[in-house]
């Protein structure tokens, strides 16, 4: 892979790019929260008040009393019983996964998992057998081939990166015997899906009891670090068993003061998710009555059909030609590359036009796109 061009961020929804300022429609700073003044303010204030860096693992002496209280927070915002943070999001199942070596049979995973879930799956040091992404009947059937008196963890992207579809956990916890349990990376969900922002576990209307919650602090929540949504029994395991967690030095306390801070908006402030989706729901009704095939996902992510390359090509010199930063997506375990548009609660109506200007211009240009 080439390495991307240097990106910044100049306003709440530009960005500066090959020396242009650009309307910016990617990133999963959903609310804009890492622009918010008040998350600024919080970073300051923890940083004159706690300095930059604990430097020390929190099994030592790192464990800062900001840690206690944003997962106090974290706990209450997402009705969890206990939430245990960590230095970034892609740990946090790692972490999860580590502290449950040994304890389960087989490791059943999406095949379009995140990668963090496949690196997850081999810390439980069990075999790990991929089913056919989303797919309740393919996992039942990749199940029954796991012989009998089986313990699997089923491991899931809450919402999908891709295309904002979330995994049917209902489905799955119907289908699955009681002893399996979910591990789900709800990097995407957590903060914007369901009646509250708890995401894809309150979306699905499935209650914790079987299910583990893994988080990122970097999207919705506009900071930085990772948590694991648990029982006590679960949050014990992982500081008593898991290196990551053991071997590391946490978030940096400015971080974990603009995450309470985040965390305190979010809960006061639902009008930004329905802001969200409001804006969501008009990019697919623009785009959808110009004749583009535009999956209904939960997730705050429209995505088009894959393009020829040529076409990929013009599209991307008429989204830079009308001021947009040209959102194209492809990494990890993508079979194609396509354009990826991540809506925020923050757009305004303006914004909005103007991207669907762009994209309802090309397709009556390439109506066979
Ligand atoms: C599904 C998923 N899991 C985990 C992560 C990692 O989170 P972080 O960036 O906080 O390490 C990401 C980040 O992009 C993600 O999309």
Redesign the pocket.
Known sequence: MTEPEPLEFVGTNEVRFQNRTLLYFSG?DYFRLARDPRLAAAAKKSLAAFGLNVAASRITTGNHQIYARLEKELATFFDAESALIFP??????LAAASALAGEFSHALIDESA????FDAARMLACPVKKFRHRDAADLKKTLSKCGGNVRPLLLT?G???QDGAVAPLRDYLKILPRAVKILV????GAGILGATGKGTLEFENVSRRRVIQ?A????AFGS???VVLSSWALRKKIIARSRAFAGTTPLPPPLAGAALAAVKILAAEPARRKRLFQNVAFVRQQLRAAGWDIAETPGAIVRLPVLPAARERELKKRLLAAGIYPPYLRYGNMAHGTFRFIISSEHTSTHLEKLCAVVVGFKKDFPKL
């Open positions: 999963c970034n999001g892609y740990l946090a199942p995140h990668a963090a879930l992207d919402v999908f990166s990376d709800d990097a995407y893994c990122t602090l970097s999207k930085y670090g990772g």
